[in-house]
């Protein structure tokens, strides 16, 4: 998830969340894996900045969302949660000290869950001060983020990282609840890491150099501007790499992962090159790619950094790894180097990125990418959203913070599916060219900066004007799923050559969006109006020449957030043929029940 725009200078003022406040300008870890006891340790090094005024020093603890099963991040991985239950072993980040400016404060330190608070004392202000945190972290086996499983370690949210400052001066700590991820400050970050000479270590970028003592290789890596420096190690990996522009893509495999490596190569060049020449430049001068064992299917994206489950017998080698690998690299965009709060506003960069995905998959082909395409039944990508989306509870709303959920089937439903169907619909009415000037011109303002949904919209408003902002609001916000239909479709003789064709047209969410809708008349005519009631129904009465056979809301599927093509078009009753989007109805429900049994 992640967008671009032309690179700041490394020394520049990276901005976060509040375009007024400057983010740190460098993040020393300094760190070592235990594998025997499945642990990392060592120190965090950073200094607060000069303004605003600082009461107190806040950091956060990711790795604590593993610390019981109970914590509101486990409470919607019930099997995670009840494997740690099982084992009676649980895990998370253990604070040994903590000093500012070489004073120990460490028995002053409050953490609650993952956050960690140095309340201060009197009229203690803490700007330029030194921030030093001493830290062993416990790895869950397996976890998600951070995880070891098979022999393969994955370091996310692995050690201490500073809360977000805002511009009063005060912290914020997210709130890891059910679906979130790690929300972080851009830094430059300045990374020594020992491990085992026998794994291979796969960071966001080579090590700047590494040296080997005593069976121990030290990595020293620099990286930035960036929000998360996350690793993975394997003793098994095979690597390869391929030129995409001016960026080296590194590919990181077993054997027995070989063959479906080059269809990964081309998902990846493919949408590296869309995103390039569609939003803006990729900013890093690497992207890595790594095969391995989760605890679930699917893929992980992190800065500079893509992690794939294993394709070990999974769907992952068919059509859907294409997807995945899509999906994944696009967060290099939204994401990466557009920065979103993802526990606030998950769709800022799923449902972007799901988005953008369908519309690589669909690039230069004859027809809609097919996920599905058996015995002539055909599921593509845009049926997959579509029932995801209708699957969903009702009430809620696309712009829902993550944690608000509390089952799969809502929070994708509603985060992925409909997020991408309700930006489709936005690039729709906005139109294709303002669409484009849109992306390009978001990228540019927010690159490595955090867009809130505001600050979309007042993009929205520079580039298609206020009246496009006030069109789309409910497309976001509403929390009633957007339905069009068409019914009760009457013809009546009038004289020798004139009918009335009468039919209700309906919506349940009032957009002020002028809707089309199609006549097709019993001499093949085609006659082509607009519906902009500010009503929810309405009987539209005709006088036309011939009877009407069928009519058709929204014939050219503008309004793809409508996922219930079943009442968007209403066949004359005396007329045994089909509607022309009612075959595509039916279809769309085989190919429905169909994606139930072999889908993600």
């Given at each position: 998830?992640?967008?671009?725009?032309?690179?700041?200078n490394?020394?520049a003022?990276?901005?976060?969340?509040?375009?007024?406040?400057?983010?740190f300008?460098?993040?020393?870890?300094?760190?070592?894996?235990?594998?025997?006891?499945?642990?990392?340790y060592?120190?965090?090094?950073?200094?607060?900045?000069?303004?605003?005024?600082?009461?107190?020093?806040?950091?956060?603890?990711f790795?604590?969302?593993?610390?019981?099963d109970?914590?509101?991040?486990m409470?919607e991985?019930r099997?995670?949660?009840?494997?740690?239950?099982?084992?009676?072993?649980?895990?998370?980040?253990?604070i040994?000290?903590?000093?500012?400016?070489?004073?120990?404060?460490?028995a002053?330190?409050?953490?609650?869950?993952t956050?960690?608070?140095?309340?201060?004392?009197?009229?203690?202000?803490?700007?330029?001060k030194r921030?030093?945190?001493?830290?062993?972290?416990?790895?869950?086996e397996?976890?998600?983020?951070?995880?070891?499983?098979?022999?393969?370690?994955?370091?996310?949210?692995?050690?201490?990282?500073?809360?977000?400052?805002?511009s009063?001066?005060?912290?914020?700590n997210?709130?890891y609840?059910g679906?979130t991820?790690?929300?972080?400050?851009?830094?430059?970050?300045?990374?020594?890491?020992?491990?085992?000479?026998?794994?291979?270590?796969?960071a966001?970028?080579?090590?700047?150099?590494?040296?080997?003592?005593?069976?121990?290789?030290s990595?020293?890596?620099?990286f930035?501007?960036?929000?998360?420096?996350?690793?993975?190690l394997?003793?098994?990996?095979?690597s390869?790499?391929?030129?995409?522009?001016?960026?080296?893509?590194?590919?990181?495999?077993?054997?027995?992962?070989?063959?479906?490596?080059?269809?990964?190569?081309?998902?990846?060049r493919?949408?590296?090159?869309?995103?390039?020449?569609?939003?803006?430049p990729?900013?890093?001068?690497y992207?890595?790619?790594a095969?391995?064992?989760?605890?679930?299917?699917?893929?992980?994206?992190?800065?500079?950094?893509i992690?794939?489950?294993s394709?070990?017998?999974?769907?992952?080698?068919?059509?859907?790894?294409?997807?995945?690998a899509?999906?994944?690299?696009?967060?290099?965009w939204?994401?990466?180097?557009?920065?979103?709060?993802?526990?606030?506003?998950?769709?800022?960069?799923?449902?972007?990125?799901d988005?953008?995905?369908?519309?690589?998959?669909?690039?230069?082909?004859?027809?809609p990418y097919?996920?599905?395409?058996?015995?002539?039944?055909t599921?593509?990508?845009?049926?997959?959203?579509?029932?995801g989306?209708?699957?969903?509870?009702?009430?809620?709303?696309?712009?829902?913070?993550?944690?608000?959920?509390?089952?799969d089937?809502?929070?994708?439903?509603?985060?992925y599916?409909?997020g991408?169907?309700?930006?489709?619909t936005?690039?729709?009415?906005?139109g294709?060219?303002?669409?484009?000037i849109f992306?390009?011109?978001?990228?540019?303002?927010?690159?490595?900066?955090?867009?809130?949904?505001?600050?979309?919209?007042?993009?929205v408003?520079?580039?298609?004007?206020?009246?496009?902002?006030?069109?789309?609001?409910?497309?976001?916000?509403?929390?009633?799923?957007?339905?069009?239909?068409?019914?009760e479709?009457?013809?009546?003789?009038?004289?020798?050559?004139?009918?009335?064709?009468s039919?209700?047209?309906?919506?349940?969410?009032?957009?002020?969006?002028?809707?089309?809708?199609?006549?097709?008349?019993?001499?093949?005519?085609?006659l082509?109006?607009?519906?902009?009631?500010?009503?929810?129904?309405?009987?539209?009465?005709?006088?036309?020449p011939?009877?009407?056979?069928?009519?058709?809301?929204?014939?050219?599927?503008?309004l793809?957030?409508?996922?219930d093509?079943?009442n968007?078009s209403?066949?004359?009753?005396?007329?045994n043929?089909p509607?022309?989007?009612?075959?595509?109805?039916?279809?769309?429900?085989?190919?429905s029940?169909?994606?139930?049994?072999?889908?993600i």
């Amino acid at each position: 998830m992640t967008l671009r725009k032309t690179i700041l200078n490394l020394s520049a003022v990276v901005i976060i969340l509040s375009p007024k406040i400057r983010a740190f300008d460098t993040l020393k870890v300094a760190a070592a894996l235990d594998t025997a006891n499945k642990e990392v340790y060592g120190a965090v090094e950073y200094q607060l900045p000069a303004t605003p005024p600082l009461r107190s020093v806040e950091f956060q603890l990711f790795a604590n969302v593993y610390s019981s099963d109970t914590t509101p991040y486990m409470r919607e991985i019930r099997g995670m949660a009840d494997y740690f239950r099982q084992k009676k072993q649980f895990f998370g980040i253990r604070i040994d000290s903590f000093f500012i400016d070489g004073a120990d404060r460490s028995a002053e330190l409050k953490i609650n869950y993952t956050n960690a608070t140095l309340p201060g004392s009197n009229d203690e202000i803490f700007n330029n001060k030194r921030v030093k945190i001493y830290f062993h972290t416990m790895i869950p086996e397996p976890g998600d983020r951070l995880s070891y499983l098979r022999g393969n370690y994955l370091l996310d949210g692995w050690f201490p990282s500073p809360a977000i400052i805002k511009s009063d001066g005060s912290w914020y700590n997210p709130y890891y609840g059910g679906f979130t991820e790690l929300v972080g400050e851009y830094y430059i970050f300045d990374v020594t890491f020992d491990a085992p000479a026998g794994l291979s270590c796969i960071a966001p970028v080579p090590p700047a150099e590494s040296t080997l003592t005593e069976g121990i290789l030290s990595y020293h890596y620099q990286f930035g501007p960036a929000h998360d420096f996350a690793l993975i190690l394997s003793s098994e990996y095979i690597s390869d790499s391929a030129v995409v522009g001016g960026t080296t893509i590194r590919y990181y495999y077993r054997d027995f992962e070989r063959s479906a490596v080059p269809a990964l190569k081309e998902s990846v060049r493919r949408a590296m090159e869309y995103m390039t020449d569609h939003v803006g430049p990729y900013k890093y001068k690497y992207l890595n790619y790594a095969y391995i064992d989760f605890s679930f299917v699917g893929g992980l994206e992190l800065p500079a950094l893509i992690s794939i489950s294993s394709p070990r017998g999974s769907g992952l080698v068919s059509r859907l790894g294409s997807l995945t690998a899509t999906h994944e690299t696009v967060h290099q965009w939204f994401y990466g180097m557009i920065g979103s709060d993802q526990c606030r506003a998950p769709w800022m960069d799923e449902s972007i990125s799901d988005f953008f995905t369908q519309k690589i998959l669909n690039f230069r082909r004859s027809g809609p990418y097919q996920l599905l395409d058996f015995w002539n039944i055909t599921f593509s990508e845009r049926d997959y959203l579509r029932l995801g989306a209708a699957m969903a509870s009702d009430g809620l709303t696309v712009t829902a913070p993550a944690y608000s959920f509390t089952n799969d089937l809502d929070y994708f439903g509603t985060i992925y599916s409909r997020g991408a169907l309700t930006i489709e619909t936005f690039e729709n009415i906005m139109g294709e060219g303002a669409a484009q000037i849109f992306w390009r011109h978001y990228y540019d303002k927010f690159l490595f900066k955090h867009p809130d949904y505001d600050a979309f919209m007042q993009t929205v408003g520079e580039i298609a004007g206020d009246n496009m902002v006030d069109m789309i609001g409910p497309l976001f916000n509403s929390n009633e799923k957007i339905d069009y239909s068409v019914s009760e479709l009457e013809n009546r003789k009038l004289d020798s050559v004139s009918y009335e064709i009468s039919f209700i047209l309906r919506k349940t969410v009032n957009l002020e969006y002028s809707v089309p809708y199609r006549i097709i008349l019993y001499d093949g005519g085609v006659l082509d109006y607009h519906w902009a009631s500010e009503f929810s129904s309405e009987r539209v009465v005709k006088r036309l020449p011939y009877p009407a056979r069928v009519v058709i809301v929204d014939p050219d599927s503008k309004l793809t957030i409508d996922t219930d093509l079943m009442n968007n078009s209403e066949l004359y009753s005396g007329d045994n043929r089909p509607g022309l989007r009612l075959s595509s109805g039916l279809t769309f429900l085989l190919e429905s029940f169909l994606s139930m049994l072999g889908g993600i």
